[in-house]
């Protein structure tokens, strides 16, 4: 029973996690991706490129740029929140932004653009016309949210080094599985990322039938 509910809670706050890290890098990298997609200024192609180098982000350098801004010698160390969800949250947030802003910058950019044309020639606001084109790329949208959550869900490295990985307060799935490898426990490991998987799957198939009812 002490098992059961040690693994419900690693899980719980395994999708916690993850998902408010996805929600708030959606939230930001989709109006962002938007923006720089649908605008033309100088130096857009560099802001692309760099965009898209960001989808490799070290995940241990996201880690280890949260841990100084929130460690006691660091500029927010005042606020104690290193080893808590809320730091690892902010640190997958970095992993998220540049994918989804990354992904959001092409499905925009790949609307028909006899839409962006039909828009404007209506007398459409600039913000009514960025609208639509979101609209109508929001089966992008998505995939990119489910990327961007697939990506941290999986993360071990920002998420033990600003977690550390505490029993019962920050110790995730991904953590968990590393910790149980070390200890030589592998049947638990493996039982663990299966759960992993699962949690993974069932969120995957959610995003995914919302595109479909989108493109029905």
Do not use: C
């Not at 089966?139 to 019962?168: C, D, P």
Request: glycine share 12%; hydrophobic share 55%; proline share 3%.
């Amino acid at each position: 029973m002490v098992i059961d509910s040690a693994l419900v809670q690693v899980t719980l706050l395994s999708l916690y996690v993850s998902g408010v890290a996805t929600i708030i890098g959606s939230s930001i990298g989709i109006p962002l991706g938007a923006l720089i997609g649908l605008s033309e200024f100088g130096g857009k192609s560099v802001v692309k490129t760099i965009t898209y180098t960001l989808y490799g982000f070290p995940p241990v350098l996201a880690g280890l740029l949260i841990y100084y801004l929130f460690s006691r010698s660091g500029p927010f160390g005042f606020l104690g929140m290193l080893f808590t969800p809320t730091a690892m949250i902010l640190a997958e947030t970095l992993l998220v932004i540049p994918l989804v802003t990354g992904i959001t910058i092409t499905s925009v950019s790949e609307v028909d653009r006899s839409v962006k044309d039909t828009v404007r020639s209506m007398g459409a606001s600039h913000r009514q016309g960025v609208l639509t084109v979101m609209r109508e790329a929001w089966v992008g949208l998505v995939m990119a949210a489910m990327i961007g959550f697939g990506r941290v869900i999986a993360e071990v490295g920002a998420a033990y080094l600003v977690g550390g990985n505490i029993e019962g307060e920050t110790r995730v799935l991904t953590t968990a599985i590393m910790l149980e490898t070390r200890m030589g426990h592998f049947g638990w490991a493996m039982a663990l990322g299966g759960v992993l998987l699962a949690v993974a799957l069932s969120v995957f198939l959610f995003l995914r039938l919302l595109q479909e009812k989108e493109m029905l």
